[in-house]
């Protein structure tokens, strides 16, 4: 019996990007990535020759519609994109550099029966890929299947490699280092919430293809690779963490694998512009999530560039010995700041 | 807001699990595992140090609730078992050993809302680590999510490690070598068709838990790791792929890595005890799937054992240079044979 939606099919569509994606990623960075990607798509399984002298990083990523994206809402060059920086961002974390990445993909009957409906899939590989190729990660395997249900459900492996015994942990702050954090905070959610708004006008498609990804930190994050690389080179952090699911959850990982507290001044945080318009721009910064930065801590007397790799780090506080986490006001007042970073869409979404 | 469902809780179930599996795993087999992983669940990556002058192997797989299994016929330690087996087997196939397991999970709501559903997480599990115990082969990280449908959703990553160069490959083989099969085939669909017979026949639960698995070749296929190292050490294949799809699929999946044909004679096929009293045994051993045996070539002069880490090895053919794959019955009628393995479930399934 012929299989409704061939796998085959998706992993020749697979190959083909990644070949594609490999020939314009140019020469340059062939030599390099050819010594550590040894076999890639066609077989039982990759085969991967890390550098020596360095350990290999693992990290998994579900994006399940619905939960972590909506077809309605999102493009699908912003789901590529997006599956994939979730990935990257923890390699980031630990200041890692990508070896390769796999995709495990299940598509609706719908998005694969006709020609026309596979130009959805052609979109999402063009916004994986481009991601891919900014950062020099092949993709190397992975899966496919038809989805059981409506939903586009996807997970993402990224393979990376640090020299051994350097990767950054969320483990290794001490007392009284101070907090940074890269870039800035609560644009992701300020967008997610405009782009929602936007969605309840219309009934046309909503956001046209995006050339530069920049300003648009919520359907095209930046995963700051080279920041946690630098800060892993240069010996600069104590402990790192990405901000997936928004500050003030992330601090408390990072403090609870540290066993620490820590004080955050409300003033010091560095507002997205597109959240500092909104009400609550303190609430985005805070709990937004999915501002893919790096939150990471140094020693107080370490001189901490004002940018690396050209983002900007900003000092928002302390770790302290008292294993709680506080909120500095403008006024000076002090509160307990709640872990509150939340998913974006409910199981109706 | 907080999560409906936390993944947090669920890490805290998985990490709960992994510990309990290492610590029964035993003091035997633990220097070596800590040797290759050096940070397990709960930060943004884990950390493997693979042994040196050994590359690392990666193979991720779905499974999908309506898809590879349906909870109303797959009791869950059974569905635990079947996903990590997988991705082990893929493994096998290229004779690698287990470094480590990255399971993604999403739950439907249901399942982790009170106290009674969340047994069903635990006989998962419980399935899941009876196998890695069995391989020694440690759950390092993952994600979990609910489900946006009430499907449970789950993909599993395998790393795994092989002497630099030396991995089975599906493309090595030359015309003229000769095929061999572990194990026995068709298993695995005659017990599918018979759960599934059964479960018309009654409402309530289906299947106990089983205790010596051997005897189940559906619900707990044996990926044979052992019989894959042992190829690749004692250097006797010169190609190998694992039955997943079937016979038909993969072998031509061999053929077409290796750009050659093959001849294969029905009479030799070794049958499982259970299909053989079917109705059309040679159909299930040649288009069941799911049996997770070893197809492998291997010089004809090469002195095959018949038995390999206690696992049965039997020669069904030859691979030819014309790229034809060819059926010769028991009256020496030949034909072409059709890659036909099935699907075991459509999506109303």
Redesign the interface.
């Known amino acids: ?1 012929a ?2 939606f061939g796998e085959l099919a998706l992993i020749d569509e697979i190959r083909a990007a990644q070949a594609s994606g490999m020939r314009r990623a140019g020469k340059r960075t062939r030599a390099k990535r050819a010594s550590s990607l ?2 890639g798509i ?9 550098p ?1 002298g360095y ?8 994006s ?5 994206f909506l077809r309605n809402l999102h493009p699908p060059e912003s789901i590529g994109h997006r599956v994939l920086a979730r990935g990257l961002s ?2 980031a ?2 200041g ?1 550099k990508p070896l ?1 990445a ?1 995709l ?1 993909l ?1 598509l609706p ?1 719908d998005l694969v029966a006709d020609r026309k409906d596979r130009a959805w899939l052609a979109r999402f590989f063009a916004g994986f890929n481009d991601l891919a190729r900014a950062h020099s990660v092949p993709l ?10 409506d ?1 586009v ?1 996807a ?1 993402i ?4 490699s ?1 020299p ?1 015994g350097r ?1 950054l ?3 290794g702050a001490r007392a009284g280092d101070a907090i940074y954090v890269t870039g800035s905070l609560g644009g992701s959610a300020a967008e997610l919430t405009s782009l929602q708004q936007r969605a309840k006008l219309s009934t046309v498609r909503l956001v046209p293809r995006q050339i530069d990804p920049s300003p648009r930190p919520h359907l095209y994050p930046q995963p700051r690779l080279a920041v946690g690389q630098a800060l892993l080179r240069r010996r600069l952090a104590t402990a790192c ?2 901000l997936s699911d928004g500050l003030s959850t992330d601090l408390a990982h990072l403090c609870r ?1 540290s066993h620490l507290g820590a004080e955050i001044h409300a003033e010091t945080l560095p507002i997205h512009p597109l959240a500092a318009p909104t009400q609550d721009p303190l609430a985005l910064a805070l709990n937004g999530g999915e501002d893919y930065e790096l939150l990471f801590s140094a020693p107080p007397a370490a001189r901490i560039p004002r940018a690396i790799a050209g983002v900007r780090i900003t000092r928002i506080g302390a770790l302290t010995r008292r294993k709680v986490i506080t909120l500095i006001d403008t006024h000076g007042q002090r509160k307990p700041l709640i872990a ?1 970073g ?2 974006h869409f ?2 109706q ?1």
């Open positions: 019996m299989k409704p040894v076999l066609g077989d039982d399984c990759a085969i991967l020759r890390p020596r350990e290999v990083l693992v990290t998994t990523d579900f399940l519609e619905g939960r972590h923890d390699l974390a630990m890692a390769a796999f495990s299940a009957g190397a395997g992975g899966d496919s299947s038809e989805s059981p249900s939903h459900l997970d492996v990224l393979l990376g640090a051994a990767a942990r969320r483990s963490i990405d694998e509150a939340w998913e409910n199981r979404g």
